[in-house]
């Protein structure tokens, strides 16, 4: 099992800054790709980015590519997703999500789901 808890949401106006934190423990946690969604009510869950196990590949949407930054710390268990130039589009839920292998795009590729933190961009 691995437990993932997410921090650093909440209220940003347009064009500002947000840094979440996704804190792992359970099983190694260096094992894992490490992936960002966010989900808006009546949408489906939507990739944002991950990040390869040892952290020297990154992959990104299309729409926050520039903007958004992913990286992780595996002595602290900790991935992180930077997030700049903030939108009103950027307005979700963001999930971290760890997954073994598979598809990094699909939500069905991820195993072990965080409980999401809300991230809302007034314009």
């Known amino acids: 099992q691995v437990q993932l808890v997410e921090s650093g949401g909440g209220l940003v106006q347009a064009g500002g800054s947000l840094r979440l934190s996704c804190a792992a423990s359970?099983?190694?946690?260096?094992?894992?790709?490490m992936g960002w969604f966010r989900q808006v009510p009546g949408k489906e869950r939507e990739f944002v980015g991950g990040?390869?196990?040892?952290?020297?590949?990154?992959y990104y949407a299309g729409s926050v590519k520039g903007r958004f930054t992913i990286s992780r710390d595996n002595a602290k268990n900790t991935v992180y997703l930077q997030m700049n130039s903030l939108k009103s589009e950027d307005t979700a839920v963001y999930y971290c999500?760890?997954?073994?292998?598979?598809?990094?795009?699909?939500?069905?590729?991820?195993?072990?789901w965080g409980q999401g933190t809300q991230v809302t961009v007034s314009s």
């Open positions: 999500a760890a997954a073994l292998n598979g598809d990094k795009w699909a939500p069905s590729s991820y195993g072990y």
């Open positions: 359970g099983r190694t946690f260096s094992n894992y790709f």
């Open positions: 990040i390869t196990w040892a952290g020297s590949t990154t």
